[in-house]
């Protein structure tokens, strides 16, 4: 695809998505500008896969754990993943990467198309204060445990559902009541001074966030009800993105400590990692 605009450089992110950077298919430019052919089956049925992961001042956090997940989900989905364009991609991306912090965005859609591009990481004190999260019923598609595709409808429905409910996010779980995560991240709750999640046979991501606080803190993996979640002492959601955001209320029980130290502790260690790019 060629461009007709001046090349773009090293740009600050405007208020404005469509002027931030985006490689498609090897080519820099603004995001307004890479487009998808409206025949393309990841757009049309949403048959493609991505992966995302913060980038700090340039430098990214544990990019090539995202990127192996990545190339498990192409796997999985029998899509083609040319690894050495991908991350030929990124890096010319990462060279338009403004100070500060943002997200860097990879897709593989059905169609052949690779593309990349850079995203605001949010409001930081939106990510960080204590939330309301309410159980949504999600029962997963079993052929698709542990795989990031394009189709995360039912995940956003979830999280509208919350919020239309007077709620800030969904925790799903299972029809049966067994939780899973939040529809972007992982959740973490202590009982009894023991911090818990959901086991991956559960049927949720392999978050390489979770990876990180399950190799620097004492965890207990299991499958978990969610009035266990309801009774917990404290707890919080983990991703990429939002880091540890600290649980004021599971449903419409106010949890005790919003943040706890334990969820203060997995700040720390995610902060740390994400500062040192850890796994990049």
């Not at 090349?7 to 950077?21: E, K, M």
């Amino acid at each position: 695809m060629t461009t007709n605009s001046e090349p773009i450089g090293r740009v600050a992110l405007s208020d404005n998505p469509g002027d931030w950077p985006a490689v498609l298919d090897g080519a820099l430019m603004r995001a307004s500008e890479a487009m998808i052919p409206a025949t393309d089956d990841g757009l049309i049925r949403g048959d493609g896969a991505f992966d995302a992961f913060p980038v700090r001042d340039g430098r990214p956090f544990a990019r090539s754990a995202h990127l192996d997940r990545l190339e498990r989900s192409c796997q999985a989905l029998r899509l083609p993943c040319d690894r050495a364009a991908v991350d030929a991609d990124v890096d010319l991306l990462l060279t338009a990467a403004p100070p500060g912090e943002a997200v860097v965005r990879v897709i593989l859609t059905r169609g052949g198309r690779r593309l990349s591009r850079l995203e605001g990481l949010g409001d930081p004190e939106e990510l960080t204060r204590p939330i309301r999260v309410l159980p949504v019923v999600y029962d997963p598609s079993v052929v698709l445990n542990g795989v990031k595709t394009l189709s995360y409808a039912a995940n956003m429905l979830a999280g509208r559902r919350a919020v239309e409910a007077g709620f800030d996010e969904a925790l799903l779980i299972r029809s049966d009541g067994t939780v899973l995560e939040g529809p972007t991240c992982s959740v973490f709750w202590v009982r009894q001074g023991r911090l818990h999640t959901p086991a991956l046979g559960t049927g949720i991501l392999a978050s390489i966030t979770r990876r990180v606080l399950l190799e620097n803190l004492s965890v207990e993996e299991g499958t978990y009800s969610f009035e266990q979640v309801a009774a917990a002492e404290e707890a919080f959601l983990a991703s990429t993105g939002r880091s540890a955001q600290p649980i004021a209320a599971v449903g419409e029980r106010a949890l005790p400590q919003a943040p706890g130290p334990l969820t203060l502790r997995a700040q720390e260690v995610l902060e740390r990692a994400i500062a040192a790019g850890a796994l990049a």
